[in-house]
């Protein structure tokens, strides 16, 4: 148990230092997909430009797959779009499961459907996205999913800004997995002197106001 334990924790400090030599976190004023403005921004869609740093993830995402969800609870994986659908799509090649893609809207012309792929009644769906924040896109995800007869019983996504998301999905039914948090990135790249004091304080804050 010891040993899992320090092993997380060199993970999320691997992934710590992957976030901080590929610049993904940015200072500022940003309006997140949510509609939230927010003072910092985690960029994740930029993993997959960095191929060795994007194999690592993909490779931390199916550890914690194989070890908190199991290969054999789901019968498909769904990617969340944009940012999702290239973790998706690695890991479900490297799982070798039949891969989804979850539109945000509806499909105007071919088969006019919101999910992309072959989804049969009963199957079970693995959610994967990049970051949860208020978890509407994953709830309107599995709500799409569970209308074409699928079901959803777990998320995965790399990290959880700790703005409600996790806990909103978890009343719904859903259980979300994540690999760090982002007070633990915050505090690990100060720690290491990747970020100051008043960067720190500028997502610690940001926690705060939105757990009031």
Do not use: W
């Not at 230092?17 to 960029?43: C, E, H, Q, R, V």
């Not at 054999?72 to 690695?90: D, H, M, N, Q």
């Not at 006019?112 to 009963?122: H, S, V």
């Amino acid at each position: 148990m010891l040993s899992k334990r320090k092993n997380g924790e060199k993970v999320k400090v691997e992934i710590c230092k992957i976030l901080n030599k590929i610049g993904a976190l940015k200072f500022g004023t940003f309006k997140l997909t949510s509609g939230k403005i927010s003072p910092y921004y985690i960029d994740l869609r930029i993993v997959p430009s960095f191929p060795d740093v994007f194999q690592k993830v993909c490779n931390f995402y199916i550890d914690l797959i194989k070890r908190e969800i199991g290969t054999k609870t789901f019968e498909r994986i769904a990617g969340i779009p944009v940012a999702g659908i290239p973790f998706a799509s690695l890991i479900a090649y490297q799982l070798q499961k039949p891969l989804l893609y979850v539109r945000k809207g509806l499909r105007l012309h071919g088969r006019q459907r919101r999910i992309e792929g072959i989804l049969t009644p009963g199957d079970r769906i693995l959610l994967i996205d990049d970051l949860i924040t208020t978890g509407l896109s994953l709830r309107k995800a599995a709500k799409a999913i569970t209308a074409e007869g699928g079901m959803v019983t777990d998320v995965i996504v790399l990290l959880d800004r700790e703005e409600g998301g996790k806990e909103k999905l978890e009343k719904a039914g859903i259980k979300v997995h994540t690999l760090l948090n982002i007070s633990e990135v915050a505090n690990k790249l100060y720690e290491i002197g990747a970020i100051d004091d008043d960067q720190l304080q500028t997502i610690l804050k940001q926690i705060k106001k939105d757990r009031k």
